[in-house]
C-alpha cells in the first residue's frame, strides 16, 4: 500500500437514509452518521471526496420500488456521483494523488475497487466538472440530443428545464452544432436571463402563464423538430402540440412527477404522434457510456474555447448534502447541484 497508513482515516462521515420519503423528501429522511471503513484489500484505493453530487434521479431510488435502479437501502450510506483524490492505494492503476470519478458519494471518505474509477482529466477542467458538463450530466445531454433525438444541423430544439445541469449543455450543444434556434424554458426571470447570456435563441418563465401558448410564441409557425424532455406533464403535452411531422422526443426526466403520490395523466394529446409520426424515446446514459471518449473530446474543446459555459451551484458540508438535494427538487439550482466536502 502507498500512503502513510498511521495517518489513514478509520471511519467516515456519511448520510444514511433513515426513512423512505412519502411525497416531498424532508430532513428527518436522512441521517448524518460514521461508519468504519474496510481494510483496503488488493486492487483497491481509498479516496477522498472533494465534490459529491445530487441528482433528480435519486428520488426515485428512495422509493421501494423495481426500477433500473436499485433502491436505497435504509439505514446505510446512500451513493451517487463523486470525485475525490486517492489518499491511498493497493492498486497499480491508481497512485496516491490521483483525482478520480467514482459513485459512493454521500460520504467523506469510501474505499472502492480501482477498477470502478476513472480518472478526472484535471488539466481539461477543474475536478467538479467532471461530475458536470465532462461527466454523466454531459453524457446525457450529448447523448440524449445526438444519438437519442438523432438531433441534425439546422432543426429547431426545444429543451425543458433548460437552466439545470442537463438541460442548458443540451441547449449550448445544439447551438454548437448548427441548430437554427434553439429555446429553452425555466422556472424564474434569473433562469431566463441566464439561458439567454449562454447562447439560447428564446426562453420562457413556465410559471408566467400556460406552456403550449409561451413554446407556441417562441417557436412561432415553424414549430419545433427535436425536444429535449426533463420535466414531463405540461410540457411534454405542449412539445407535442408543437412538433413538426417526424419531430423527436428524448424522453430524459419528468422532474414535475418525481414527488407525486398519485399517478399523473399522460399527456391528454398523445394521439398526435400518430398524424405526426413523432418519435418518443426514453432512454438512461448508462446505455450510452461506449460514446465517453468521443463526447469528452468533443465538449472538453468547446469548454476550452467558451463554445460551452456550464454553471455550478455549490453547498459546503456533508452535513447539507440532504438539503442541498431536497433544494434541487424544487428547482432552487442553476446549472449542476453539488456539494463541496
Not at 43 to 58: A, C, E, H, K, T
Not at 84 to 101: L, T
Not at 188 to 214: H, I
Not at 331 to 336: D, I, P, R, S, V
Request: hydrophobic letters at 45%; one cysteine or more.
Amino acid at each position: 500500500m502507498s500512503a502513510n497508513t498511521a495517518t489513514l482515516p478509520r471511519a467516515t462521515r456519511e448520510i444514511q437514509l433513515a426513512s423512505r420519503p412519502h411525497g416531498r423528501p424532508v430532513p428527518e429522511n436522512f441521517r448524518l452518521a460514521e461508519s468504519d471503513l474496510a481494510e483496503l484489500q488488493d486492487g483497491q484505493v481509498l479516496v477522498r471526496n472533494q465534490f459529491i453530487s445530487v441528482d433528480p434521479y435519486m428520488r426515485g431510488r428512495m422509493n421501494d420500488v423495481k426500477s433500473y435502479s436499485a433502491p436505497f437501502a435504509l439505514d446505510a450510506a446512500l451513493d451517487g456521483g463523486a470525485v475525490g483524490e486517492v489518499i491511498a492505494s493497493r492498486s497499480d492503476e491508481r497512485k496516491v494523488g490521483d483525482v478520480v470519478v467514482h459513485s459512493l458519494g454521500w460520504r467523506e471518505y469510501a474505499v472502492l475497487d480501482a477498477a470502478a474509477t476513472s480518472l478526472a482529466r484535471t488539466d481539461l477542467a477543474p475536478a467538479s466538472a467532471f461530475l458536470g458538463a465532462l461527466g454523466m450530466t454531459g453524457l446525457t445531454a450529448y447523448a440524449g440530443l445526438l444519438k437519442v433525438a438523432e438531433f441534425k444541423p439546422g432543426e429547431v430544439v426545444f429543451v425543458s428545464g433548460a437552466a439545470g445541469a442537463v438541460g442548458s449543455l443540451v441547449g449550448q450543444i445544439a447551438k454548437a452544432m448548427g441548430a437554427s434556434r434553439v429555446i429553452g424554458s425555466a422556472g424564474s426571470p434569473e433562469k431566463v436571463a441566464r439561458l439567454l447570456e449562454l447562447g439560447f435563441d428564446a426562453a420562457f418563465n413556465y410559471n408566467d402563464g400556460p406552456v403550449a401558448a409561451q413554446l407556441a410564441a417562441a417557436a412561432g409557425e415553424r414549430g419545433i423538430d427535436v425536444y429535449f424532455d426533463n420535466v414531463g406533464g405540461e410540457h411534454l403535452e405542449a412539445a407535442l402540440s408543437a412538433l413538426t411531422v417526424g419531430g423527436r422526443v428524448a424522453m430524459c426526466g419528468a422532474i414535475a412527477q418525481y414527488n407525486s403520490t398519485e399517478p399523473t395523466p399522460a399527456p391528454r394529446n398523445l394521439m398526435l404522434a400518430i398524424g405526426k409520426q413523432l418519435t418518443l424515446r426514453g432512454f438512461l446514459v448508462g446505455g450510452y457510456w461506449q460514446h465517453m471518449a468521443e463526447f469528452v473530446a468533443t465538449v472538453s474543446a468547446w469548454v476550452a474555447d467558451g463554445t460551452v459555459r456550464y454553471d455550478e451551484t455549490v453547498v459546503d458540508g456533508l452535513e447539507n448534502a440532504p438539503q442541498a438535494f431536497m433544494d434541487l427538487l424544487d428547482g432552487a439550482n442553476t446549472g449542476k447541484m453539488l456539494v463541496r466536502l
